[in-house]
């Protein structure tokens, strides 16, 4: 029996009726761990079974002494973009590969106050630019329904980590598209709250008016139940959204009746591939037996978002990087340099290809006489696209899409796209632009590949969506799929 | 070294009758608050333990975020109220790029195009002595940077970087190209300074740090250019003549100084014929001169754009209705009311109100002074006079002397009354500075009351003339300045309670009857 497999409410009445202890159940996760991470590569960091030892002790403690909240002992993985205390903390670059994080961050330490074993640190696209986890400078995860194909990104190895069995949830982040592309990508439940839900305290920035870390499960109810522990107001972070934790109550619906769903062709068509569009109308057939009233809206095309994200994220990125100068971070040969400059080189020469093109590009959107032609007028569209929601929103209670518009692809096929990563979140971006909520969910398999779909609602609107879509996997067993090689 | 500077020198004057000299200011100030700009740690780095007051956020670690001093914000609004600005209802920090090792985000968290002040003024004299508004173009915020300390010893040059300094509150004030003299410079930086003690927004301490001048001089033939729209434009064919900027000067005198030596400097390459280029410059205290440091043809591109880690701020109505009510009445309107309510000069008022606790100390005495002009007047000749002599001495502020403003004007109210002689009142204030104590008490000690005793009197120019014959007969036979001899014989003998001219009239009655 695969303890991995179990849900979060599973694990807490084994632990709570002492029918397994917390060290039993981390051991026995750490072998989950050991075992597949050979083909998944989900993991940078494992920690040891010592290394947990007093958050094992600690999380028995609160067992028995009957403080355990839902995540007491409950053993996960974390994308390294995290920083934990004393950890190394990489965001799978290079450059950071000697980087010990002197400081915590909100989520982690939200995590770890409620008594979560953090069992490693997982892989993810280098500086989470990606949606395949190929630009990480560790190399590629693998994903568990076949390890030819990468598993989504940027929180591949999150992903990779809960499909393939290894851990029951991880705790990913998104920029556009980087927790429900993967979750989409390997079958199982990746939510993504309003910017500003969840804390950016402490995660390594990519684009900072996006970045939004949150849950990958197997199940909406474990989905919610970490939005619980890791949402509320931070007053680390400027950005956070100024009210407490979520609650939400996914048993206040029971069904779908009333509730109007929107969709746009634009979202089904074009590049979409056939098999993904029509296991997301089966699952929207399934809605509507449900009772839920189907209705076709006028979206902007979702290129557009493409287009503004791209420009949006790559300024920021080139920004956010700014401070890797080669100075303070980097491996420090022990072959004497000989001048300053060497040192810059030689750190910044780490530097991987994807990071390079970003910064390339966003220094120069952002260079004076072109930001007023790229930076001013994409963050004009994405006010565009922010009403497009909002009128959309007058009308129907969520929308919903693919997730992706493809199947995962086999690893190295899609690194020759110059806006690889940006095509993945086609279906993404416009909602990350426009800082609401997503959530994504496993509707079946094509090619043997699972598809996800996604249901996005308007800001702060976690637990409406949270709730449409708990109904659905109430009525549907996909999220109970596992890869047939990683049980 | 050009030519131009070994050959004939301009003099100064003779420079200024050919070229004007223009000049734009920017200062850097630090504000007094506890914490830095944009996290937690203490502001006070000065002679502290090198990296022992960081955190993830000034050190620029991964994944650390910013938050706003909302303290530096207050007191930067407070400046500008002050100075007449403009205070945006909507404000927000920019990210400013550039490359430097004590730069540890590898940006400068800065703000670009919509500063919290724009606008506003300080007044100074002019050329020609009449009051001129200095404009100010904007103060901004934005975080100081590390402090790179470059050493060398034997295994090689090396730089280290202290991060105490990282990340604290700075304010940017710019003004505008219509400063035309090293002493407007001199006394709106020095105005400058002494407004931000009053409000209590920075220490301004030249010693610390605290106060940078950075000026752009040019000098443009007489009659070749204007100022329009804030910028300076040929009025000629010619091209006007490029900008020299000397940065950070650690001090006002210097900051003068330097304008003084640039102007010079470009009056003799521009009479030698040779090319100014846009050059930045740096002040060397030790040789009295600026160095140049690098040309600055290309402007740099600092690739600003809005900070998405800080939400633009909102500056309300109420906010700046409570600044307000603490914006302190400032030097420049006490100097005015003081001349128009008891007359006193604008260079007295000047001297009364130069710090704030000197001002109000002399508050106090004008307050136990009811606001008596007479009284206020003669106030002010000894705290501009003995007292300022005896802070020149003493080396300290007349606040800290032992004078209560209450004894000065009880020794005042003795001066009018003709109790006591304006020679006895200097005597008493003297005392009143250096020791304090009881004005009366003192009086009777020292026995410096008026002699309104006659017979006391008479008896002491009796016993003067009985004891200087020679005087007396130097007098009778003419010698009409003996008189002057017995009188201080006469004071002596009073301990100068006497009143000088009840002595002489006695004296010259007694030796004419003699």
Known sequence: MNLARKTIPELRTMLDSKEISVRELTNSILQQVQQKDGDLKSFLTIFSEKELSPAIDAAQKAIDEGKATDLTGIPCSVKDIFNMVGTRTTASAKILDNYIAPYESTVTSRLKNAGAIIVGKVNMDAWAHGSSTETSDYGPSHNPWDITRHPGGSSGGSASSVAGGQVPYSVGTETAGSIRGPAAATGITGFKGTYGRVSRYGVIAMGSSLDSPGPLTRTVEDAATIMKYISGHDAHDGTSIQESALNIDLSARKDLKGLKIGISNDYFSGAIQPGVSARVKEALEVMKSLGAEIREVEMLNPEYAVAVYTIVCRSEVSSNLARYTGTRYGTFKNDPVQTVYDV????????????????????????????????????????????????????????????????????????????????ADLLICASAMAGIPGISVPVGLTENMPVGMQIIGPAKAEERIAQVAHVYQTATEFHKLVPANYE | MSNAMNGKSLKMAEGHEKYDLIIGLEIHVEPKTNSKMFCSCSADFWEKEPNTQTCPVCLGLPGALPL???????????????????????????????????????????????????????????????????????????????????????????????????????????????????????????????????????????????????????????????YENGEIIPTTDAPLLERVEVKNIGSIRFMKNAIDYEFNR?????????????????????????????????????????????????????????????????????????????????????????????????????????????????????????????????????????????????VITLLHSGDITRNAASQLVEKLLNEGGNVSELVEKLGLKVLNDTGALEKFVDEAIAENPNAVADYKSGKMNAIGFLMGQVMRKSGGSAKPGDVQTLLKDKLSQL
């Open chain 1, 344 to 423: 810059f080189m030689n750190n910044r020469s780490i530097f991987g290809f994807e990071a390079k093109r970003r910064s390339m590009t966003g220094s120069y959107v952002l260079s004076k006489g072109y930001y007023d032609k790229y930076y001013r007028k994409a963050q004009q569209v994405r006010t565009l696209i922010r009403q497009d929601y909002d009128k959309i929103f007058q009308d129907v209670d969520v929308f919903i899409s693919p997730t992706l518009p493809n199947i995962a692809e086999v690893i190295g096929d899609a690194l020759n796209n110059p806006l690889f990563g940006e095509m």
């Open chain 2, 266 to 410: 470009l009056v003799e390459l521009a009479e030698a014929g040779e090319e100014i280029r846009q050059q930045t410059r740096g002040w060397n205290p030790a040789k009295g001169k600026t160095e140049f440091q690098r040309y600055k043809e290309t402007a740099q591109d600092y690739r600003y754009f809005p900070d998405p880690d800080i939400p633009p701020l909102e500056i309300s109505e109420e906010m700046i209705d409570s600044i307000k009510k603490e914006v302190p009445e400032l030097p420049d309107e006490k100097i005015w009311r003081y001349e128009k309510d008891f007359g006193i000069s604008a260079y007295d008022a000047g001297i009364l109100v130069e710090d704030k606790a000197k001002a109000e100390y002399v508050e106090q005495i004008f307050a136990a002074a009811n606001n008596t002009t007479e009284i206020i007047t003669d106030a002010v000749k000894f705290l501009n006079g003995i007292g300022a002599s005896w802070s020149n001495n003493a080396g300290k502020s007349i606040v800290e002397s032992s004078l209560q403003p209450k004894a000065l004007i009880e």
């Open chain 2, 68 to 226: 706003v001093n909302k303290k530096a914000v207050e007191l930067m609004i407070k400046t500008g109220l002050a100075l007449h600005s403009e205070i945006r209802r909507k404000t927000k920090f920019d990210r400013k790029h550039y490359f430097y090792p004590d730069l540890p985000k590898g940006y400068q968290l800065s703000q670009y195009d919509e500063p919290i002040c724009e606008g506003g003024y300080i007044s100074v004299s002019g050329v020609d002595g009449s009051e001129k508004q200095i404009a100010i173009t904007r103060i901004h915020m934005e975080e100081d940077v590390a402090k790179a300390l470059h050493a060398k010893d034997a295994t090689g040059e090396y730089t280290l970087i202290d991060y105490n300094k990282s990340g604290v509150p700075l304010f940017e004030l710019v003004t505008e190209p219509v400063i035309n003299s090293s002493d407007e410079a001199w006394e709106f930086a020095k105005k400058y300074q002494q407004i931000l003690r009053y409000l209590g927004v920075s220490d301004a301490d030249i010693e610390k740090g605290q106060m940078r001048c950075e000026p752009n001089i040019s000098i443009q033939k007489k009659g070749t250019w204007k």
